[in-house]
């Protein structure tokens, strides 16, 4: 009998919009029953007693931002008691910020503004012996939606991959913790809410992000970063243009073009990685 048949995992959810997403079945195929706690919404956050790993979600807001979001100073204690007990660990976007943080990182805004879509992880040699990373390939997609980055690693910490920017995508930190800044628990529904608040949201961003994720169902296939499906430079335009054709009805007889799933192997190897650590 595993760790996880005899006890929980512990998920900590920010909001509303950052659940568990893939991540709910991934892990009841696994047999890992789940604690998910919504300290934003009332619900008190336990300790770790009783529970065989940690996941920590997304969210809108930041990592420092404890005025206004009083439990994430709390959630940064827990982190760094589940990487100190060497307790199996995850953090996810603004949960990799979190675990940077309380380990000694540091956390700020990105320069080149808001990034939304899919981005290619570029692989550091660390990952190719790590057991939650091992099997994920160099050039993998993965959906992002941040405006925050780590900018320093807590120390003794490992990079795993990073953007074409350098940008640390994903960590470990410890033994048995990691931080993944893109969001593998998200799928086509999510991802698009997460573009939807983007055009919406003022400010910076990377332009033609939105080009990266659009493909037809026939292929497959994402079209060239910077670019719109007509191969154009991808504008602001375009990405509106985009976004309402995927979100339109669909109409009789034709096809839609739809986000592609495109992060999938990454999330199903780290849920997997997850269940084998146990």
Not at 36 to 48: K, N, Q, T
Not at 81 to 95: F, H, N, S, Y
Not at 163 to 191: K, L, N, S
């Amino acid at each position: 009998m595993t760790a996880f048949e005899r006890d929980r995992l512990l998920v900590v959810q920010h909001e509303d919009d950052c659940p568990l997403g893939w991540f709910g079945p991934w892990l009841a195929e696994g047999g890992i029953a789940v604690d998910v706690v919504r300290p934003y919404a009332g619900d008190p956050l336990p300790g770790l007693d009783g529970h065989a790993g940690l996941l920590v979600l997304g969210g809108s807001m930041g990592a420092y931002d404890d005025a206004t979001c009083p439990w994430l100073g709390p959630v940064k204690a827990l982190l760094r008691e589940a990487v100190a007990r060497r307790l199996p660990t995850l953090g996810i976007c603004l949960g990799h910020q979190l675990l940077a943080v309380a380990c000694g990182g540091r956390v700020d805004r990105n320069p080149d503004g808001r990034t939304i879509g899919l981005v290619k992880l570029s692989l550091a040699d660390a990952a190719h012996g790590d057991p939650m990373f091992g099997q994920v390939a160099d050039g993998a997609a993965a959906v992002r939606w941040n405006q925050d980055i780590v900018v320093d690693l807590p120390p003794k910490a490992s990079l795993l991959a990073t953007d074409d920017r350098g940008t640390p995508y994903a960590v470990c930190v410890g033994e048995r913790a990691w931080g993944v800044q893109f969001h593998p628990e998200a799928g086509p529904g999510p991802h698009l809410a997460f573009v939807r608040a983007g055009l919406r949201r003022p400010g910076p961003r990377r332009r033609g992000d939105l080009g990266l994720i659009t493909a037809s169902r026939q292929t497959g296939v994402p079209s060239r970063a910077g670019r719109s499906a007509t191969g154009r430079p991808a504008s602001r335009g375009d990405e509106r243009e985009e976004l309402a054709r995927q979100t339109a009805p669909k109409r009789p007889g034709r096809r839609a073009p739809t986000v592609v799933d495109a992060t999938a192997p990454v999330g199903e190897d780290l849920a997997g990685a997850t269940r084998r650590l146990a």
